[in-house]
């Protein structure tokens, strides 16, 4: 049988010959190692797994040592635990104002950041578990200070003589003397000071012309009747 690489399944006798079969294959064999390799086993120390990222697969008996298997995916075990099942994963959501800062693993949970825009309001052991968006400052004010993910905007009311309409920036009023104009409104927090053209003193010279002109013809009209 070994010349056709196999083995011998019966022995021949004086009128039949040897009944060969293939040799056994050892996947099966091989299969064991196999799962406990996917399964991680992992010994434990007083009844719990001695590291991270495994839970109890199985209990101890007379004759197997209690037994581990990793977490999946979406799920963590972060310490030396006896439990069953893994920490499911939490999730960043926009509606808690947040984003993924890390993805979890099996051994650590997902972590969380404010989202661009917001600034953490809530935390939970060191970490954000809310955020808010930042404050909008209002027209009249200006952003003194800008949020952060872990402050808020900070506005202030404009000074006097300056004007936001946005409320982003203050604005000086306008000097209508540079541009030869006069004030025709005053400004507020929000809006400029109006201008408008200087009044041109042409009719008033004229008027003032006419009066000299009529004033000189009446007084020699009248020296003229007396004589």
């Given at each position: 049988?070994?010349?056709?690489?196999?083995v011998?399944a019966?022995?021949?006798t004086?009128?039949?010959?040897?009944?060969?079969?293939?040799?056994?294959?050892?996947?099966?064999l091989i299969?064991?190692?196999?799962?406990?390799?996917?399964?991680?086993v992992?010994?434990?120390?007083?009844?719990q797994?001695?590291?991270?990222?495994?839970v109890?697969?199985?209990?101890?008996s007379?004759?197997?040592?209690t037994?581990?298997?990793?977490c999946?995916?979406?799920?963590?075990?972060n310490e030396p635990?006896?439990?069953?099942?893994?920490?499911?994963?939490k999730t960043?959501?926009r509606?808690?104002g947040?984003?993924?800062?890390?993805?979890?693993?099996?051994i650590?949970?997902?972590i969380?950041?404010?989202?661009?825009g917001?600034?953490?309001?809530?935390y939970k052991?060191?970490?954000?578990?809310?955020?808010?968006?930042?404050?909008?400052?209002?027209?009249?004010?200006?952003?003194?200070t800008?949020?952060?993910?872990?402050?808020?905007?900070?506005?202030?009311?404009?000074?006097p003589?300056?004007?936001?309409?946005?409320g982003?920036?203050c604005i000086?009023?306008?000097?209508?003397?540079?541009?030869?104009?006069?004030e025709?409104?005053e400004?507020?927090?929000?809006?400029?000071?109006?201008c408008?053209?200087?009044?041109?003193r042409y009719?008033?010279?004229?008027?003032?012309?006419?009066?000299?002109?009529l004033?000189?013809f009446y007084?020699?009209?009248?020296q003229a009747?007396?004589?």
């Amino acid at each position: 049988c070994s010349d056709n690489n196999e083995v011998e399944a019966q022995e021949g006798t004086d009128i039949t010959d040897v009944k060969c079969k293939p040799k056994r294959k050892r996947y099966g064999l091989i299969g064991v190692p196999a799962i406990g390799i996917l399964l991680s086993v992992f010994y434990l120390v007083h009844g719990q797994a001695n590291e991270s990222g495994v839970v109890v697969y199985k209990d101890c008996s007379d004759l197997y040592s209690t037994s581990c298997k990793p977490c999946s995916k979406g799920t963590y075990m972060n310490e030396p635990n006896g439990h069953r099942s893994c920490f499911q994963c939490k999730t960043c959501g926009r509606a808690q104002g947040l984003s993924i800062l890390q993805d979890c693993t099996t051994i650590q949970d997902t972590i969380c950041e404010a989202l661009d825009g917001y600034y953490c309001l809530d935390y939970k052991n060191r970490e954000c578990i809310r955020a808010v968006e930042h404050s909008k400052c209002t027209p009249g004010q200006y952003i003194k200070t800008s949020g952060t993910k872990a402050s808020d905007t900070v506005c202030e009311a404009c000074p006097p003589g300056f004007y936001s309409p946005k409320g982003v920036n203050c604005i000086k009023w306008t000097d209508c003397s540079d541009n030869n104009e006069v004030e025709a409104q005053e400004g507020t927090d929000i809006t400029d000071v109006k201008c408008k053209p200087k009044r041109k003193r042409y009719g008033l010279i004229g008027v003032l012309v006419i009066g000299i002109l009529l004033s000189v013809f009446y007084l020699v009209h009248g020296q003229a009747n007396k004589s």
